[in-house]
């Protein structure tokens, strides 16, 4: 069982390198952009981990620690290497110097090959703020002579994942099939009961059923069930077209 670790980077110490870190604002928000991936990626052997930047509280119906068990919940679902929160402010998240070095000592303790961030155009400031912050500290992790802890690292590539706010006709650059996952990331995303189950008994369409929706239709464009999109603003590098499915 994963445990969500809620100490600073300093105390990482016994977590081997990283394949993939992700990068969520929020609690909820790796679950609901590729939630699927993650599980995938699990199954196939690769160690995943999950960095949430805020607490994501204060909200209508959650507090610190149902979001805290929530997490927990979700986490167990998932099943990643590592998961950890930076304890930056939800609401208040600011791209300064000092939380981009936060988020740059994860990089340099966990030393991930990939890392994945919100797709930079939102309605949600912190969405913005973060994938502002994960690119600035993906440079600064690399740094030397400075006062953060662990050797000067740079991860390999940094990808975008979709979790946004605004009603976009988006055009992904690479979609995973996630259809022999899709059951397991509902039942993470439903974890959080507080966000998208309680007091919204009478939605129409359940925000779970929206979700459905979407990965069903990004799952037509690459005629598999279900999909997840991505994109990126580097080119992909592949050894081989067989990598094409």
Known sequence: MTTVHRSGPETIVDVAPLDMLVVAPHPDDAELGMGGTIIKMIQQGMRVGI?????????????????????????????????????????????????????????????????????FHDAHPDHVVATELIEAARFYSK??????PGERYHPERLYYYFCIHLRLAIQPHWIIDI???????????????SQFVQG??????????????????????????????????????????????
């Open 51 to 119: 960095l949430d930047l805020t607490s994501g509280e204060p909200t209508p119906l959650g507090s610190e620690e149902i979001r805290q068990r929530e997490t927990q919940a979700a986490t167990e679902i998932l099943n990643p290497t590592w998961r950890g929160n930076a304890g930056l402010p939800n609401r208040e998240l600011q791209h300064t110097i000092e939380s981009r070095k936060v988020v740059a000592s994860y990089f340099r303790m966990l030393r991930p090959r990939w890392i994945f961030a919100p797709y």
């Open 179 to 193: 259809s022999d996952q899709f059951e397991a990331k509902q039942q993470a995303i439903a974890a959080y009961h």
């Open 200 to 245: 919204r008994e009478e939605m129409s369409p359940t925000i779970l059923e929206r979700l459905e929706s979407d990965a069903a239709y990004f799952g037509n464009l690459i005629a598999r069930r279900y999909g997840e999109p991505f994109a990126t603003k580097e080119p992909l590098a592949l050894e081989s077209m067989r990598d094409f499915i």
């Open 143 to 148: 740094l030397s002579k400075t006062d953060m």
